[in-house]
C-alpha cells in the first residue's frame, strides 16, 4: 500500500521533493506527513506483531487510536481546504469544485465507518485487523485513481492487497472472513457510486451549500 502511495503521488508530490519543493497550500504538506505517517505505523504495528511482540503494539495501539482520530480530523479539514483554495486561485468554479467534494469526503467517510469498529473490536485481533487493513486501503485509493491504468485494472490493483490477505486467509485457515466479504462491495460501491453522484444537480447543490458555509 505504500509502495501505491509513493507511486500515484510520485508525479505531483514526492518526485518534486528531489527536484524542487513541491509549492502547494500549507496543509497539503501537512496531509501528506500525516498520511504517510499512518502507513508507517500500520508497518509498524503489522512488524511487531509478526515478532511476536504483541504487548508493545497493544501500547502503540492507543497511539494508533488517537491518531486515526487525526486521520479523519485533518481529511475532513482537507477536504474543504483543497477545492476552497482552488475557487480562490480561480482554477475552479464553485460547481466543479461542488461536485469535487464527494470524492474526499467519501474518503473519510469509509475510513470512519472500518476504522471505529477496528478500534471497538480491537482485543478481538483477527477481526481487527481486517478492519484496519479496509480501512487504510480507502485511504490510498486517491493514489491509485492518479496511476495511469484502465479504471478496472485500477480497482483490481488497488484491492490486491485485500485479495492478497483472502488468498492466505484461505490457504492456511481453510476460511473466508465476513467481514472482507463485506469490505469489498462497500469499498467497490462507495467509489463507484461517488463518480456517477458527484455530476448530479442534488450534490452538486449540497455541495455547494457546504462550501458556501467557508465563502
Keep these: 500500500m505504500m509502495v501505491f502511495a509513493v507511486v500515484g503521488f510520485w508525479p505531483s508530490y514526492f518526485g518534486l521533493l528531489f527536484t524542487e519543493f513541491p509549492v502547494r497550500h500549507w496543509s497539503i504538506h501537512v496531509h501528506a506527513v500525516i498520511f504517510v505517517g499512518w ?15 504483541t504487548k508493545l503494539h497493544r501500547k502503540l495501539g492507543v497511539a494508533g487510536g488517537l491518531y486515526g482520530i487525526l486521520i479523519f480530523l485533518f481529511g475532513l479539514a482537507v477536504a474543504f481546504i483543497m477545492p476552497l483554495t482552488r475557487i480562490e486561485s480561480g482554477a475552479w468554479g464553485v460547481d466543479q ?101 458527484s455530476g448530479t444537480e442534488w450534490w452538486i447543490s449540497i455541495g455547494k451549500s457546504l462550501l458556501n458555509v467557508f465563502l
Excluded: C
Excluded at 137 to 144: D, G, N, R, V
Excluded at 148 to 161: D, R, S
Design 97 to 197: 469544485a461542488a461536485s469535487f467534494l464527494i470524492h474526499p469526503l467519501g474518503d473519510i467517510l469509509i475510513f470512519v465507518v472500518f476504522f471505529i469498529p477496528a478500534l471497538y473490536y480491537r482485543n478481538k485481533p483477527e477481526l481487527h485487523k481486517r478492519l484496519i487493513l479496509i480501512a487504510s486501503l480507502m485511504l490510498i485509493f486517491p493514489a491509485i485513481a492518479r496511476i495511469e491504468m484502465a479504471q478496472f485494472m485500477g480497482y483490481i490493483v488497488w484491492l490486491t492487497p485485500l485479495a492478497f490477505s483472502m488468498f492466505l486467509d484461505a490457504l492456511l485457515k481453510k476460511k473466508i472472513y465476513l467481514v472482507n466479504l463485506i469490505g469489498i462491495p462497500v469499498l467497490i460501491i462507495s467509489v463507484v457510486g461517488r463518480y456517477y453522484i
Design 39 to 53: 502507513l508507517l505505523l500500520l508497518l509498524n504495528q503489522v512488524s511487531l506483531v509478526a515478532k511476536g511482540n
